[in-house]
């Protein structure tokens, strides 16, 4: 890589730790677009791992209500594990784009139809019989897009927790996963030593994006809150299908 790619890894690392830091969620998911305006999706996803885990950890210190999510959610996380790793292994036989396409319209299908509706909820019934559809789900679009927000996301709104407790949830979900993705990418191989050299190196712009972002989101109301969610997930859609039919 040049000098150029350097510095564009830097400004994704600052732009995505913001996001994180305000939204609670999507450094994967807004760090891989940037990423991939420049680099291929293989390489940039071994490079968004360790700032991924290092940020969500520093978010769940932050939300709190760690015991209470771990107890509702445990099986929902559990079935993610076999999900990405599946995933992963349907990454190296696919086209990229098709994957990037995949995901964007996703993204963008859901986002519109949760802006455009009141917050629905999910009956209690549901929540226990979804949680393991879901988490594997989850794993399997992470390992094959990078991104780990899907269908997790919707699932967990559809709950209407409290917003800390949803910030909890789904990040605990984010730090499993991402870290599964990086014992299945060392694997397959796409873990070399300078890709994680530059991802440690990161750490510095993300936590720093990521804790002055949180004072911010403290502020911010539920509705607020919900509506910049989906708003950025719009964003991620939007960039992620232009940047496949460009």
């Not at 790793?85 to 319209?105: C, E, H, S």
């Not at 191989?189 to 300078?194: H, M």
């Not at 502020?219 to 969610?229: D, G, I, K, P």
């Amino acid at each position: 890589m040049d000098e150029l790619d350097y510095l564009f890894i830097f400004m994704a690392y600052l732009v995505a730790g913001f996001i994180k830091g305000l939204t609670g969620i999507g450094f994967s998911t807004s760090c891989l677009p940037i990423m991939a305006l420049r680099l291929d999706l293989k390489i940039a996803i071994p490079l968004v791992i360790v700032p991924s885990i290092v940020s969500n950890f520093t978010v769940m210190v932050q939300a709190g209500h760690f015991r209470p999510a771990v107890r509702r959610f445990w099986p929902l996380y559990l079935a993610s594990a076999p999900g990405l790793l599946i995933g992963l292994n349907v990454l190296v036989a696919l086209r990229i784009d098709t994957a990037k396409a995949i995901l964007g319209l996703t993204l963008i299908l859901y986002a519109l139809w949760a802006l455009s509706n009141q917050p629905y909820s999910l009956p209690a019934r549901w929540e226990r019989w979804l949680k393991i559809p879901v988490g594997f789900g989850t794993g399997f679009v992470n390992g094959l897009t990078g991104s780990q927000v899907m269908p997790i996301l919707p699932y967990l709104l559809s709950l209407n927790l409290q917003k800390k407790n949803f910030v909890q949830a789904i990040n605990i979900s984010f730090t499993l996963s991402s870290l599964v993705m990086l014992f299945g990418m060392n694997r397959l191989g796409y873990l070399a030593p300078q890709t994680f050299l530059i991802a440690v190196g990161g750490l510095l712009p993300v936590l720093t994006a990521v804790t002055l972002a949180g004072k911010l989101q403290k502020r911010l109301s539920s509705t607020h809150y919900r509506n910049l969610v989906l708003s950025f997930l719009l964003l991620m859609g939007v960039i992620l299908l232009a940047k496949v039919l460009a």
